[in-house]
């Protein structure tokens, strides 16, 4: 048997323990988070002849340093090692040098309970970074379009509302074109008929009653100095929300052509009715990874997703509350997918309705559906094939047509292929998808049993 060694990472140093397999320590530094550092740390590591390597992140410059040194990483969560503290020391001490040690010692004698990180390929981890700088862009346009929201609401009010989104190309072209009440004080019917027509609306108002409704707003009462500088102020916040619009369609460019170019690609894709939707189906496989032994069974895929709720017993109570210990951004994904499905899929809109019949909201009957759907997910995963209705069970269950007959009810296999393909196999809209994405996460709630 080798040594083991734990890391406690940091922006700037890294502490490192080393100990054998009797717990006898080899080696206590620290390493700078640098080029230098980084190199000496892991011939150190080689040098003593490490076998596993305990840290509190999955990945990372470190994390994939240590990997590329033929390193075994054990990925352990942070309430895991802080769970573990009050077993060497009970004062409540901390210290980077003391969570080195609780993480080698975690690594020495609890590593059977815990799962070596695995790294993806290439094209996995390519496709995670797309997904996720898109997420954050999302993330980054709601909060310029409340700043902006926000700015008008203090001096010119009349621009919210007049058309469906703040943020959406025609609302960022009225703008620009009139930041103020003062820009906007000749704009007519005429001027907006012309308006509408360069920007191509089609929104159904018409333009007397887009401009009755911006006079209707209420007038601010500003100086002519404040009217100016929250102009501009109008002015870059349009001009930045333009330029993040434009860079996340560029993102999503990227990211469908990605997805469709892997390898697992049309195992995810085949989940979504609509062949453009592709956006969620990035971000499951981004999420979920390319390596198998990741996910050994279909409750341990359910459990980081967040779809499986948490049993607590004590004596005679018994309860299931949230999981908030989960991969956040692929519980995203799968109440997403959960979401979408029960628009157009008999077996999952039957799963939901159930849910809602026995009392749960909204949130946690999407769960159940996305539950659900991590078990068809995960052995499609594993077998390396994409969604097949006709291979569906539980939807073959619920859509088989049966005829009465004097010896019992038959099945018309005609009709059941028949009801399968046209529930299931349907162009149909993304809307919802493309909602459920733009939209803030759905709001954890804690369950009861």
């Known amino acids: 048997m080798g040594n083991y060694a734990g890391v406690d990472w940091a922006a700037d140093k890294h502490d490192v323990l080393v100990a054998d397999e009797a717990g006898e320590q080899l080696l206590s530094a620290t390493y700078a988070h640098d080029e230098m550092g980084l190199r000496a740390l892991c011939r150190a590591l080689l040098r003593l002849k490490v076998e596993l390597v305990a840290i509190e992140r999955p990945d990372g410059l470190l994390v994939e340093r240590l990997l590329d040194a033929g390193l075994r990483v ?170 993040l619009l434009a860079q996340i369609k560029t993102l999503e460019k990227e990211i469908a052509a990605a997805v469709r170019a892997h390898p697992d690609g049309e195992i995810f894709l085949s989940l979504f009715k609509h062949p453009d939707s592709f956006l969620t189906a990035a971000e499951l496989l981004a999420e979920i990874g390319d390596c198998r032994a990741r996910y050994p069974n279909r409750d341990a895929l359910a459990g980081d997703a967040g779809q499986a709720a948490v049993a607590i017993e004590s004596g005679k109570r018994k309860t299931a509350c949230f999981r908030w210990g989960c991969n956040k951004r692929l519980r995203s994904s799968f109440c997403t997918l959960a979401d979408t499905t029960r628009h157009w899929h008999p077996w999952a809109d039957d799963l939901y309705t159930a849910a809602r019949a026995r009392g749960h909201d909204h949130p946690r009957a999407l769960r159940t559906v996305g539950r659900a759907w991590s078990r068809v997910v995960w052995r499609c995963w594993q077998d390396r094939t994409p969604y097949d209705p006709a291979h569906h069970r539980a939807l073959h269950q619920h859509c088989t047509v049966t005829i009465p007959t004097s010896s019992g009810p038959v099945p018309d296999l005609a009709a059941t292929q028949r009801m399968l393909g046209a529930a299931v196999t349907e162009p149909a809209a993304r809307r919802a998808e493309r909602e459920a994405l733009d939209r803030k996460p759905t709001t954890a709630t804690t369950l009861e049993a």
């Open 74 to 243: 054990l990925a352990l969560h942070p309430n895991q090692v802080a769970a573990t503290r009050a077993r060497f020391r009970v004062s409540g001490g901390k210290s980077d040098r003391f969570d080195a040690f609780v993480l080698c010692e975690l690594a020495r004698t609890d590593s059977h309970r815990f799962r070596v990180l695995e790294p993806d390929s290439d094209q996995t981890k390519a496709l995670r970074a797309l997904t996720r700088a898109r997420e954050d862009l999302v993330r980054t346009r709601v909060a310029v379009a409340n700043q902006l929201r926000a700015e008008l609401e203090r001096f010119w009010p009349g621009p919210i509302g007049l058309f469906t989104d703040l943020d959406s190309q025609i609302s960022l072209a009225f703008l620009e074109s009139y930041p103020s009440p003062a820009d906007a004080r000749l704009l007519g019917e005429k001027r907006m008929q012309a308006f509408l027509g360069r920007q191509g609306y089609t929104g159904g108002k018409k333009p007397a009653q887009l401009v009755d409704k911006l006079r209707q707003a209420p007038e601010g009462r500003v100086g002519e100095a404040e009217q100016a500088a929250r102009r501009r102020l109008v002015l870059c916040l349009v001009h930045t929300l333009k330029t």
